[in-house]
T-cell receptor
Framework: DTGVSQDPRHKITKRGQNVTFRCDPI?????LYWYRQTLGQGPEFLTYFQNEAQLEKSRLLSDRFSAERPKGSFSTLEIQRTEQGDSAMYLC???????????FGPGTRLTVT | KNQVEQSPQSLIILEGKNCTLQ??????????LRWYKQDTGRGPVSLTIMTFSENTKSNGRYTATLDADTKQSSLHITASQLSDSASYIC????????????FGGGTRLMVKP
């Protein structure tokens, strides 16, 4: 067990609905990352936080996606007006600033019908 | 565009046999290369991490090599076990911040009894 937890583990939603995922990082880690992984592919970077500050966002993170880390601890990733193309595994990882080894959570599997 | 290419895409071997997975990258600049193991439906787990000055690193039955001149890495698995069945992902970082990881598509390994 890496210590990073994600909730829910699976989510099935209808197209057009909003969904929110939660990530709880390892407690002393100040960096938190979100990735998206489609079947048979490696993870793709979405965004990352250092403490509560969102420092970088990928171009993959369209305006329907928003991520927050309000108190520098847990983070949420919200997808508005879901589309079938949003179906993927959403992975969260956390790390210290240094060393920066990332520890991944189990992921949230999203299926948009 | 920074890329990480892995081969083969999939591999089936018999329990007890050895195998070698390949990773070629074009990421530049280059800071470090990691190999992750990802079980189906789970988040990736780090196996090894190497900086440009390291040629080889071992973690139990896993040995990673790195040739920064040719931009190639390999992961050698010795005396495979059924539990080695997973995807193995090569990840390259251009910096020490850990926020710009480029993931390969992975090699799906199946170990059969």
């Amino acid at each position: 067990d890496t210590g990073v937890s994600q909730d829910p583990r699976h989510k099935i939603t209808k197209r057009g609905q909003n969904v929110t995922f939660r990530c709880d990082p390892i407690s002393e880690h100040n960096r938190l990352y979100w990735y998206r992984q489609t079947l048979g592919q490696g993870p793709e970077f979405l965004t990352y936080f250092q403490n509560e500050a969102q420092l970088e966002k990928s171009r993959l993170l369209s305006d329907r996606f928003s991520a927050e880390r309000p108190k520098g601890s847990f983070s949420t990733l919200e997808i508005q007006r879901t589309e079938q193309g949003d179906s993927a595994m959403y992975l969260c990882a956390s790390s210290l600033a240094s060393p920066y080894e990332q520890y991944f959570g189990p992921g949230t599997r999203l299926t948009v019908t | 565009k920074n890329q990480v290419e892995q081969s083969p895409q999939s591999l089936i071997i018999l329990e007890g046999k050895n195998c070698t997975l390949q990773c070629n990258y074009t990421v530049s600049p280059f800071s470090n290369l990691r190999w992750y193991k990802q079980d189906t439906g789970r988040g990736p787990v780090s196996l090894t991490i190497m900086t440009f000055s390291e040629n080889t690193k071992s973690n139990g039955r896993y040995t990673a090599t790195l040739d920064a001149d040719t931009k190639q890495s390999s992961l050698h698995i010795t005396a495979s076990q059924l539990s080695d069945s997973a995807s193995y992902i090569c990840v390259v970082s251009p910096n020490n911040a850990g926020n710009m990881l480029t993931f390969g598509g992975g090699t799906r390994l199946m170990v059969k009894p």
